[in-house]
């Protein structure tokens, strides 16, 4: 990097950093203090909490940005406004303490966790009859709350048929610690692995989706790498992997998928959220060598389009979809269509290119009969709109071709010419 480079980048990092403080603008601290009642019309979400942090002594903070000296669990019941007074895909925030419920996320009550049989009760409570378990991991830049309050808005918003559990660590929520994070991640891959291997041997639980966002992902496939390295290969109850705007060197997640498994049949199903536009991504780029991150890649192109097929990977482009999110960071948990997708089909394991289980009506209209052949993926482009990339549906759409009496090489060239 050139010492022109250098105060470029700083003036980057500063920009990027105002919008994300203006956003936070405003927010009250404590929201974390319960109410202990729940207001007629409102929904509620019942989270159980894991995290790394170190205590707070702040009312209703709870959890500081520091590192705690062992994993913590909490049950959490957040409040979430009418869907008539609330835009899906948003947290509302409250301007000032006590929360409004009828207009703001609110909490209802906090309680420690005290140990695998209070956990248990709580899976007991929460488990759906589907026996799934989703577990999410906040991306960098993330207060407790955050991580609270957003993964509350998406349970809620994804209607997800699961019990919902996250996994919080150690951030100090400033761009300006984007080191402190990352290594915060790493001091919490045993922690992750502790609370993973809880539910895998919970036998009331079938099945389990990870959920990761950001940096969060180089914690969630890290600690699946070091799973499978101890054991050989990564439990069978861990099915779906959903990397949302992956921080993670595309070069790196090379190695960490051979480590998992090297063949897509021995390691769970992979889903990636990516998007072209991600501001935050740019910014990590530029801070780690200039190597592709993997939520910024382009799965049409070469050498990505190829390693994803080979790998079994469905990747979702996002984009073309325009969000309120100024950083275009968290298109995946904004976009109304999205989170949809991910409670109606992805966290039960569901194909989300396959026409016959009735992806049109989940997605709005999908436009099969134009679907585009892009070198060795397919590319279903919907009308949120939404590109689905999918090495089955190439295949699926190869043997159609053939049987119309057409060469697959035509199915290429013609995506091309389009």
């Known amino acids: 990097m050139t010492n022109r480079e250098v105060p470029r980048m700083l003036r980057r990092v500063i920009f990027a950093g105002l919008i994300v ?4 603008a405003g927010r009250p601290e404590g929201v974390l203090v319960p109410s202990g009642t729940v207001t007629p019309g409102v929904s ?5 909490v894991a995290t790394t942090r170190a205590p707070s002594s702040q009312p209703g903070v709870l959890f500081s940005g520091e590192r705690g000296s062992e994993l913590a669990l909490s049950d959490i019941v957040v409040s ?3 869907d008539d007074r609330r835009k899906v895909g948003q947290v509302q925030w409250p301007k000032k303490l006590p929360a409004d419920p009828m207009k703001d996320f609110s909490t209802v009550s906090v309680k420690p966790v005290d140990g695998a049989k209070s956990a248990r009760l709580w899976l007991g409570r929460n488990l759906p009859k589907s026996r799934r378990v989703l577990i999410f991991v906040h991306g960098f830049n993330n207060r407790y709350e955050d991580a609270v309050y957003r993964f509350a808005q998406i349970v809620h918003d994804s209607k997800t048929d699961a019990a919902p559990v996250i996994f919080t660590w150690p951030s100090r929520a400033s761009i300006f610690d984007y080191s402190y ?3 915060s991640t790493n001091y919490s891959r045993d922690a992750l692995e502790e609370l993973l291997r809880a539910a895998v041997n919970t036998p009331q639980v079938g099945e389990i989706t990870i959920m990761a966002h ?3 992902t180089w914690l969630a496939v890290e600690t699946l790498r070091q799973m499978a390295i101890r054991d050989g290969r990564v439990p069978k109850k861990i099915q779906q992997v959903i990397l949302a705007s992956p921080d993670l060197d595309v070069d790196v997640f090379g190695q960490q998928m051979r480590a998992i498994g090297k063949d897509s049949k021995d390691r769970p199903n992979f889903t990636l959220f990516v998007s072209r536009d991600d501001r935050a991504l740019t910014l990590s780029r530029r801070i780690s060598g200039n190597i592709d991150r993997l939520g910024q890649i382009n799965p049409a192109e070469e050498p990505y389009r190829t390693m994803l097929e080979k790998q079994g990977i469905t990747v979702l482009d996002l984009t073309a979809l325009k ?3 100024r950083l275009n960071h968290g298109k995946f948990a904004e976009s109304p269509e999205v989170v949809r997708l991910i409670g109606n089909r992805l966290i039960d394991g569901q194909s989300v290119t396959d026409s016959e289980v009735g992806l049109g009506e989940r997605l709005g209209a999908v436009a099969l009969g134009t679907a585009q052949t892009v070198g060795s993926a397919a590319s279903i482009a919907v009308s949120t709109p939404i590109a689905v990339f999918d090495p089955v549906t190439r295949r699926n759409y190869e043997d159609q071709w053939r ?3 057409n060469s697959v090489e035509d199915t290429t060239t013609t995506a091309v010419g389009q």
């Open 21 to 24: 403080l203006a956003g936070c």
């Open 44 to 48: 509620t979400v019942d989270l159980l």
């Open 80 to 82: 979430i406004p009418p």
């Open 181 to 183: 994070d990352k290594e």
């Open 214 to 216: 950001s940096m969060g």
């Open 323 to 325: 969000s309120g999110d």
């Open 403 to 405: 049987r119309l009496g």
